[in-house]
Structure formats: structure tokens, C-alpha cells
């Protein structure tokens, strides 16, 4: 099939966004991952060194979390604190999630 | 003459006392350091020297570090107290606010973070130096409406008295209620009024008086808008009565203030906190004691998540949310400042949009 591209050429790259759980321990060691194998895998750490640095610096803030989560346009990161680590669930914002809709009056 | 920062640091264990010592000659300011191994010596010193801060352990022997606390309070009201405990315990925590220190750190935590700690004691000396005539003493010179919201919020039954050179006031508070005030020769809402006008001094927690008349039946958020509304008649009508005249800087930054804890308390958020960017001016906050530490957390948290997002290429952050077992947080970026907004656990509805438009009304 690789005439196609010949014929239609290369389509530009696309940041493919993780969709899954890693559980990390507390120096951020990926220990269990349900995040597809495709995804690369220095995103993810830097996913886990991110979400353990902010968890870490609340904590030296007096502000210690339990919880953190990060909105973004297209992706939503959630951390939990789990004894001897975190859990992280990685959800993608798509178009077909349900938004809040204002009713009509 | 030597006009360099005179630091005591009070310890009964003698090798934490050099090692602190050691950790506070490195502060910029290069303040002159005391120690003292009991709380006799550390009085003796304080009678003859002018000492800004006392740096204070809670557990010693004979008199502890509490006891010093209070003892301190009534004979050196300008002195500066940072409590460094290795207890950790929220009820310590809570005795030694009450007690009116600056700051309450924990021995490993400044052994952990000692550069953010030294920069909460320069903050702390010179903001000694900057606000000695304004404020109100008792905790970290925050304005009378944040003592007053800290207590309800915290839900504690206490008599706050509070004095303003010969003026003497006094608020009861039960479960977090305000229930009676009395200054002035008024009592009830007029003496809470009167109350909120005053713009230093100092304040001390005494035992609750449960069994108290009650005056005031109306909530402190309700007092507050009334206050607001108050000001803002007092301000027109001035306003009209003196063509070109302009209303005191002081008195316009006083109505703002109160403007902005209706609001605050309008919402039911616990606190609030407006941090611009690094060099651009300090944090202001409402409702909340450990500023230095949680706007640092506030512009690191920021970072990170931008970092982050530009990374994975996710699309604008919208907010970073935190919770815990005491409070649920929202970090959000209106220009070029970003804000920390703080709810109780049970806080309901979309707390998204309800910190969004405080902070819009906040910001206006």
C-alpha cells in the first residue's frame, strides 16, 4: 500500500494523546501502564516526573494534596496519591464527550 | 552604630541551636545572632537587647515553648515569633496561631526547604521594618476581617479582645459564630461596625463565653455586605458635599478591602489568592496565613502545568484542581497573574465558574 503515499503523500504528524492509567512509585518509575504501547515512552515519564514534582512542591508548601488535576484543552491528567506512589489517569477531551449544554428559555 | 537585624533562637537541644544559627547567618541580611538553651535566658536577653525575631522550640523543659509564647506576647507585643517544632500536630499548630506567632514551620521541613525558609524570615524582617504603624498584631498583621473569618471558618469558640492604643473591643465567637461585640460604649452590629473601621492594633484569643447575651443575629457575611454598602453610601455622600475632593487613599484601599471579603465570603470560598509574576509585586491574599509558601506553590504549580501541556501539545490549560482532606483548591490564570482559590470539602455546585467570577469581580 505504499503506492498511496506515493500518490497522496505524506500527511503531517499528529500528536497522538495518552489515553490510560500508569501507576508510578515515588522516584517516578513507570511500574504498571494501560496506556498504549505506541505512545512514547519518554512523554510518559515526563507525564510522571511532572504530576510527582507538583504533588512534591504542595507537600514542601505546607499544602500537602491528595488529589491533583490538570485541564487542558484536549486532555485531562489526574493524580492520586497512593501509599508508595501515584496512580495517573490520562483522559482525553474529545468532541464526543458531553458537555453542559445551557437550556434554551 | 550597628543597625543590623537582632535574631534570638530559643532551643533546649544545643546542637539544633548551632545548626540553626549556622543556617541564619547565611540570610542576606546578615542579622546579628542570639541562642539561648532555656526559656530564663532567652527573657534575659530579650530585656537587654533589641531583638526583631525569636526563631522558638514548643518542647523544652520547665517553661515550654507555649508558656514563652505568651509570655512574650504581653511583654514584647513588636517582637516577631516563629515557631520550629519537631511536634507534628494540628493542634499545636492552632495553639501557637492563636498565641499570635508569624510562622509555624516544622523542624524537617526547614531542614527540607531551608532556602524557602530563610526567605520567609527576610520577608518577615522586612516587612517588620515596612509595617510597623498598620495591621493588626496577632498574625502575621493580616486585616481584622481575616482574623475574624479565620475564626468562624475554623469554626472556634473564642472571645477575641482587641486593642488599639487606649481602645479596647471585644468580639464572642461560638462554633464559628459571631454572636456579641462591645466597643466604645456600643454593643451588638454598631460595635461590629465601629469595629470594622479601625485599621491596626492588636488582638489576643480569650477563653469562650459560651453562656454571653446574645446581640448580633445576623451572619458575618451579612455584616460584611452591610458594612460594604455602609461605605460606599458614606463615600458618595462625601463625594457630593465636597466638589474636587478626593477620598483618602487609605480610606478607598480600607472600602476595597472589605468590598472584596464580602465578596470572598459572599461565595463561600475559604480564601484567595492573586500571585502576579516573579519581580512583579507581591501576592495578595485573603483568608489564608501562609502566603510566601502557597503563592511559590501557586507560580511553580503554573509552570509546571504549562511546561507540561506545551509538551504533550494538549491545548491551553484551563486549571490545575487539588484537593485534600481539608479543602479543595483551583490554580486559574486571568492575565498575567494566576489565583488560588480555596473551597471547603462540602463546597458544592461547578466551583470552576464560581472561582472564575470571583476572581473577575476580584480582579475589577
Redesign the interface.
Known amino acids: 500500500m505504499g503506492f498511496l503515499k506515493k500518490l497522496f503523500g505524506g500527511l503531517a504528524a499528529v500528536?497522538q494523546?495518552?489515553s490510560g492509567t500508569i501507576t508510578v512509585d515515588r522516584d517516578g518509575r513507570i511500574i504498571t501502564s494501560t496506556v498504549s504501547s505506541s505512545y512514547p515512552k519518554e512523554?510518559l515519564h515526563?507525564?510522571a516526573r511532572?504530576v510527582l514534582?507538583?504533588l512534591r512542591?504542595?507537600r514542601?508548601?505546607?499544602?500537602?494534596?491528595?488529589?491533583?488535576?490538570?485541564?487542558?484543552?484536549?486532555?485531562r491528567?489526574t493524580a492520586r496519591e497512593l501509599r508508595g506512589g501515584v496512580i495517573i489517569f490520562l483522559l482525553p477531551q474529545t468532541a464526543m464527550m458531553p458537555t453542559h449544554t445551557p437550556q434554551r428559555p | 552604630m550597628d543597625n543590623r537585624n537582632k535574631i534570638l533562637i530559643l532551643d533546649d537541644d544545643t546542637d539544633w541551636l548551632t545548626l540553626c544559627r549556622d543556617l541564619l547567618s547565611t540570610l542576606p541580611s546578615k542579622p546579628e545572632i542570639f541562642t539561648a538553651n532555656a526559656a530564663r535566658k532567652a527573657l534575659a536577653i530579650l530585656e537587654t537587647e533589641k531583638i526583631r525575631l525569636l526563631v522558638c522550640d514548643l518542647k523544652m523543659p520547665r517553661i515550654d515553648g507555649l508558656q514563652m509564647l505568651a509570655i512574650v506576647r504581653q511583654r514584647f507585643p513588636e517582637l516577631r515569633t516563629i515557631v520550629l517544632s519537631a511536634l507534628e500536630d494540628e493542634e499545636f499548630r492552632s495553639r501557637a496561631y492563636a498565641l499570635g506567632v508569624d510562622l509555624f514551620w516544622l523542624k524537617t521541613e526547614m531542614q527540607r526547604n531551608s532556602k524557602l525558609f530563610n526567605e520567609c524570615l527576610e520577608s518577615l524582617l522586612g516587612q517588620a521594618d515596612r509595617d510597623q504603624d498598620s495591621g493588626f498584631r496577632g498574625i502575621q498583621s493580616k486585616s481584622l476581617m481575616d482574623i475574624i473569618q479565620m475564626e468562624c471558618l475554623s469554626r472556634s469558640s473564642t472571645v477575641l479582645r482587641i486593642t488599639r492604643g487606649p481602645l479596647i473591643a471585644k468580639l464572642w465567637i461560638q462554633d464559628g459564630e459571631l454572636f456579641d461585640a462591645e466597643t466604645e460604649g456600643a454593643r451588638g452590629e454598631v460595635a461590629f461596625q465601629r469595629l470594622l473601621a479601625w485599621k491596626s492594633g492588636s488582638f489576643e484569643n480569650l477563653p469562650a463565653e459560651p453562656d454571653r447575651e446574645r446581640t448580633i443575629n445576623k451572619s458575618v457575611n451579612a455584616l460584611l455586605l452591610e458594612s460594604a454598602q455602609t461605605l460606599d453610601e458614606n463615600a458618595g455622600a462625601a463625594g457630593a458635599a465636597g466638589a474636587g475632593a478626593t477620598e483618602p487613599l487609605e480610606s478607598l484601599n480600607h472600602r476595597k478591602t472589605i468590598w472584596k471579603l464580602s465578596q470572598l465570603t459572599r461565595e463561600g470560598a475559604e480564601f484567595i489568592l492573586a500571585v502576579p509574576p516573579e519581580g512583579h509585586g507581591e501576592p495578595e491574599a485573603f483568608g489564608t496565613q501562609s502566603v510566601a509558601s502557597t503563592a511559590h506553590w501557586t507560580r511553580r504549580a503554573d509552570e509546571i502545568a504549562h511546561r507540561l501541556g506545551d509538551k504533550l501539545e494538549a491545548g491551553p490549560l484551563s486549571h490545575v484542581s487539588g484537593q485534600n482532606l481539608e479543602r479543595q483548591v483551583l490554580l486559574l490564570s486571568r492575565g498575567d497573574k494566576s489565583f488560588l482559590v480555596g473551597w471547603p470539602t462540602d463546597a458544592t455546585g461547578n466551583l470552576t465558574d464560581k472561582s472564575r467570577k470571583l476572581i473577575a469581580s476580584w480582579d475589577s
Open positions: 500528536q494523546l495518552p512523554l515526563t507525564i511532572d514534582e507538583l512542591e504542595a514542601a508548601s505546607q499544602m500537602p494534596l491528595a488529589e491533583v488535576s490538570l485541564h487542558f484543552g484536549s486532555l491528567i
